[in-house]
């Protein structure tokens, strides 16, 4: 039966499992039910091994579960008893058909509300949690009003806007709170329902309304903006190494303009992750429907100076190792796309390990949370000679190079002598994320190669 004060979320990802964790944790008062396929990701929410690393998450789950927070892999009697379902399936860019490598892949999605259908004996709300491409929201509306019935779903749009590493952060004090409604009586009713959840502990002015439609792109936009930010310092570092220009101090001086500000122009090795390059090139796919050629180009290049930026960074070890690699032991501080999390969609380091395994280099990968999610990652590389660590000073004795390709503060407390004494000489360190005291390590007598900075070499 269903109850008034019943939340779903379908999809216990990255996405989903936090932001329920965390409503569950202000609203005591409701049910929340966070239900997935895979019986794995259920079982291991119940323990005190989360299936995702985030800082701060298990203390909120512990708080919770049992008591409101509730996890089940029965998707159907758990549509049957909630009154607003949050959908955070996966939408992953198309590989077939139109529309592939750009467009979003609905599948998932589409088998999700076609289950609301089915297993639903009330009027619901229903709430898209996951990216999806503008105006999905109408063909979610017209799939679930298709039902025979009689029932009525509202369709509201409310995307995430958190940063891996720092989601429970930002799902506590969020810079703000979107929710779109098709403007229609009963879609403001249902709007008002999901922003008094909000409400309890997010302040009335940082929740922002708008008509689903808006609040579709406005998730696409963010994220293509910010990934703007990364690929336009990035390519501004290459200039610098070029020049013996510094990217720390064009970028500090740039980010002192309040026009601009700080945020997102760190040059390094490239950006990765679910979202930015699935949304750049959704939002290509979507310029290109509706005939605006220049408009698609210019996102475009967002993805490809990014692209751009890991084959230099790899190209730059291959030619200053002597124009070789081959056989040589290269240590890989970080997998995952950035620091405090295990994620490594998208990982600028796994396209850096691929084209390093082409120059048939030797490779030892250390990462504190993401080790098995590299294993799988790189399982395609059959032929490659890789080692996976679980201690970093393992993976570094008897390495020629060290790159370092997430931003974990652990990397800067290595005791650094110790660890070019056991590596094999000349030994580099390529600092893909501009993290390390480069004249403390030149000074240890490594060749020492940052992101838009001159090299330190005794070469």
Not at 142 to 163: C, H, M, Q, T, Y
Not at 422 to 435: C, Y
Request: charged share 25%.
């Amino acid at each position: 039966m269903q109850s008034e004060k019943t939340i779903l979320c379908i999809g216990a990802g990255y996405v989903g499992g936090p932001t329920m964790a965390v409503i569950a944790d202000k609203c005591p008062d409701y049910k929340v039910i966070v239900a997935d396929i895979n019986p794995k990701r259920i079982e291991a929410w119940k323990t005190d091994d989360l299936p995702i690393y985030e800082p701060g998450l298990l203390d909120v789950v512990k708080r919770a579960r049992g008591r409101n927070l509730f996890f089940t892999t029965d998707v159907f009697s758990a549509i049957e008893e909630a009154a607003i379902i949050f959908v955070s399936v996966n939408t992953p860019t198309k590989t077939f058909g139109s529309g592939a490598g750009r467009a979003s892949d609905l599948q998932y999605w589409e088998k999700t509300a076609r289950d609301i259908i089915e297993h639903s004996k009330d009027n619901k709300i229903v709430v898209e949690k996951s990216t999806l491409p503008v105006r999905t929201a109408e063909a979610m509306s017209r799939i679930l009003r298709s039902n025979d019935k009689g029932l009525k779903f509202e369709v509201l749009s409310n995307p995430e806007f958190l940063a891996e590493g720092t989601a429970i952060a930002d799902l506590d004090n969020p810079d703000r709170v979107l929710v779109g409604a098709m403007q229609t009586e009963t879609g403001m009713a249902a709007l008002q329902k999901v922003v008094e959840i909000y409400a309890r502990w997010v302040p009335k002015e940082k929740i922002i309304t708008t008509n689903v439609w808006s609040s579709e792109l406005t998730k696409l936009v963010s994220n293509a903006m910010l990934a703007q930010r990364i690929s336009s310092v990035n390519s501004i570092s290459a200039f610098c190494e070029k020049t013996d220009a510094n990217i720390r101090e064009v970028s500090k001086a740039v980010s002192m303009d309040s026009r601009i500000g700080s945020k997102f122009l760190n040059a390094s090795v490239g950006f990765g992750g679910s979202c930015f390059k699935k949304d750049i090139l959704n939002l290509v796919y979507l310029c290109e429907h509706y005939n605006l050629p220049e408009v698609a180009q210019y996102w475009e290049q967002v993805v490809k100076m990014n692209e751009y930026q890991e084959r230099r960074f790899a190209k730059r070890v291959v030619e200053n190792m002597f124009n070789t690699v081959a056989g040589k032991k290269i240590a890989v501080f970080g997998f995952a796309f950035k620091a405090d999390t295990g994620d490594t969609r998208e990982s600028p380091a796994i396209y850096v390990t691929e084209l390093l395994a082409e120059e048939k280099a030797n490779i030892a990968i250390y990462d504190p949370k993401a080790i098995e999610n590299a294993k799988e990652d790189l399982a395609h590389l059959t032929s490659a000679t890789i080692e996976y660590c679980n201690d970093p000073y393992q993976a570094a004795e008897g390495a020629h190079a060290i790159l370092i390709l997430t931003e974990w503060k652990e990397f800067k407390e290595y005791d650094y002598k110790k660890i070019y004494s056991k590596m094999n000489k000349p030994a580099f360190i390529f600092d893909g994320r501009n993290i390390l005291n480069t004249k403390e390590l030149y000074e240890l007598g490594f060749n020492v190669f940052s992101i838009g900075q001159t090299p330190l070499t005794h070469l």
